[in-house]
Nanobody, 126 residues
């Protein structure tokens, strides 16, 4: 069982930066690939970024490439999402998710994840 808790959301001005964290419980965090998703009101859940369990390979959604960076610290059981040059359209609830030993090619698909956090809200003002 893995529990995920997101933090770091808040209100930020367009062009600014924010770093989200997702703390995981349990001794097997290093065996899980991690993903960040977001969902704005009346929108479908959207893939933001993913990082594999081995090798730390990363993949990003097209709308955030070049602006967001995902990373992980297995010693701290934590995955991060560094958000730079944020835009009003980045406003959403952000969720982290864990998928057991997944490759990058499947990280974009929300249905395959084993565990989800409760989310943290990000609001970007123009």
């Amino acid at each position: 069982q893995v529990q995920l808790v997101e933090s770091g959301g808040g209100l930020v001005q367009a062009g600014g930066s924010l770093r989200l964290s997702c703390a995981a419980s349990g001794p097997t965090f290093s065996s899980y690939s991690m993903g960040w998703f977001r969902q704005a009101p009346e929108n479908e859940r959207e893939f933001v970024a993913g990082i594999t369990w081995r090798g730390g390979l990363t993949t990003y959604g097209d709308s955030v490439k070049g602006r967001f960076t995902i990373s992980r610290d297995n010693a701290k059981n934590t995955v991060y999402l560094q958000m730079n040059n944020v835009k009003p359209e980045d406003t959403a609830f952000y969720y982290c998710a864990a998928r057991y030993r997944a490759h990058t090619i499947v990280l974009h698909f929300s249905k395959g994840y084993d565990y989800w956090g409760q989310g943290t809200q990000v609001a970007v003002s123009s």
